[in-house]
């Protein structure tokens, strides 16, 4: 979808309705707590960098621990799929028994799993991140911010991280707002909270 299409409802809905599992928007129901492996120390300022603004920018807290968890937004970068299999515990991190064997081959540039609290809002993220394809020639402030847009909120579909973006972040974390919903209308309130921001 272009960067310049009006963000209107119905473009909301799209970006949150999966073909087989419908709508659904979360945002984090608690601090987001993050932790990065696999990039240079250099890089990975950027990313902190870049996490905590955006999310600072929605309203919503970066911390160093979650008490529960200790990380709870992870951020793999593979040099390839088959890395994965160098992760330890990650069929009990994920919850997928097979999921090396699921992405070897694939030419996915990335996978991203959340987990749900009672209340439906994110409790974790993982993001893994494969950089033998196009994703080797990104610049890294750019990839960082759509990394933090990418779990900032269950996005169902892949966009371009823009100002627009940003604003449907900072909306749908607005507090009068569910953390969670599956209803389609909940784009309209998105769509009127993004209206109204100056």
Known sequence: MPADTPMTADRIETLFTQANQGFLCARWGRPVAPVIFGLADETLDIFRGAIKAGFTHAG??????????????M?????????????????????????????SGSQLTQY????????????????????????????????????MMQSALTFATDFTA????????????DPV??????????????????????
């Open 60 to 73: 919503h807290p970066v911390v160093e621990t979650d008490p529960e968890m200790g990380a709870n937004l």
């Open 75 to 103: 951020v793999f970068f593979l040099r390839n799929w088959d890395e994965l299999s160098d992760i330890p515990d990650l069929a009990h991190l994920t919850g997928i028994d097979d999921l090396p064997q699921r992405l």
């Open 177 to 198: 707002l569910p953390v969670a919903s599956d209803q389609p209308t909940h784009a309209m309130r998105l769509a009127a909270r993004m209206a109204a921001q100056p």
């Open 162 to 173: 823009d100002v627009q973006m940003a604003a449907l972040i900072r909306a749908a974390y």
């Open 112 to 147: 991203r799993l959340f987990r749900y609290d009672d209340g439906g809002a994110i409790r974790a993220c993982m993001i893994f991140l494969n950089m033998s394809g196009p994703l080797a020639d990104a610049h890294p402030a750019m990839l960082a911010e759509r990394v």
